[in-house]
């Protein structure tokens, strides 16, 4: 690791380290518990909340389709948790884009996702950080969840530049992420996973 990455002085998105944050993620299990650091229980709450706030989305929508939406991208998927309890019940396809290949494996292989596969649910499977990541154009639903903190402020505005020249007429970037807690309204840095809760 970068030398830099350890000095509490730079400011916190400087400090985040790529590499490290990949081998905290291998050593985590390909288990709903091992993505949500052991609050496996949050995982209906958190899928019934994003359910909601699309439907919501939707219904403030002017070109809002009714029906389901033809394709979305799950980004920094993990396991596949939000494809496979929300995602796929309001895509046709589902495309998932997680840079390590033992967690894609999981949406590409595991019995978990089989049905899916089956109905042709489950579209391309990317094995790439959301970093060097070019988007396809025509989604109508990019979502990034608890994925963008591991992506410096630079890193982070040009993935979005490219979302945003991809997403279909009338779709959405949605970013769900945890805000930070600090008492000044600073961005935080965590040195276990080597990523950075902001502040917006």
């Known amino acids: 690791m970068d030398d830099d990455t350890s000095d509490p002085t730079l400011p916190p998105d400087s400090r985040i ?112 950080s959301l970093e060097n990541w070019e988007p396809r154009e025509g989604y109508q639903l990019m979502w990034n969840q608890w994925c963008l903190g591991y992506l410096t402020d630079e890193m982070l505005v040009a993935y979005l530049q490219r979302c945003k020249g991809v997403i279909a007429e009338g779709g959405w970037i949605v970013v769900k992420e945890n805000m930070s807690t600090h008492p000044e309204g600073e961005d935080i840095f965590d040195e276990a996973d080597s990523s950075v809760t902001r502040q917006v």
């Open 17 to 128: 380290n790529p590499t490290a944050a990949l081998t905290y993620w291998s050593s985590i299990p390909p288990t709903i518990n091992g993505m949500l650091g052991g609050y496996p229980q949050i995982s209906t709450v958190d899928l019934r909340g994003s359910s909601l706030f699309l439907s919501k989305l939707r219904r403030l929508s002017p070109k809002s389709s009714p029906t389901t939406l033809h394709r979305g991208v799950d980004c920094g998927a993990g396991i596949g948790r939000v494809t496979l309890g929300f995602l796929s019940k309001v895509c046709e396809v589902v495309d998932v884009v997680e840079p390590l290949d033992k967690f894609a494996m999981e949406v590409r292989e595991g019995e978990t996702f089989e049905g899916l596969r089956r109905e042709g649910k489950i579209g391309q499977v990317f094995v790439q």
